[in-house]
């Protein structure tokens, strides 16, 4: 049962990781637009290039991660195979 409820929230496909970082940065920008009314001027616009720069740097993070998981599968059953 826990297993089901768990791989709800694995990340598995590219499609999904795109998915999960277009909505990291929707919720970033619509923050970043609070942040330059909040604070007008050269801080608020630096405030938003701050939360778009998160986006960035966690969307190629959860991208390599993606990509690492799929390279250590496939390099994983060539490791136990016995060679003769």
């Not at 826990?2 to 990340?11: A, D, P, S, Y």
């Not at 959860?62 to 136990?80: F, H, N, T, V």
Request: proline share 4%; no cysteine; aromatic share 12%.
């Amino acid at each position: 049962m826990w297993t089901k409820v768990k791989r709800l929230f694995v990340i598995k496909t590219r499609f999904e990781a795109y998915l999960i970082i277009y909505a990291l940065a929707l919720g970033a920008m619509t923050r970043g637009a609070q942040y330059t009314v909040e604070y007008p001027g050269v801080g608020g616009y630096l405030l938003m290039a701050a939360t778009a720069g998160a986006v960035f740097l966690g969307g190629a993070k959860i991208l390599d991660a993606i990509r690492y998981e799929r390279e250590s599968k496939k390099a994983e059953p060539q490791k136990a195979a016995p060679r003769n």
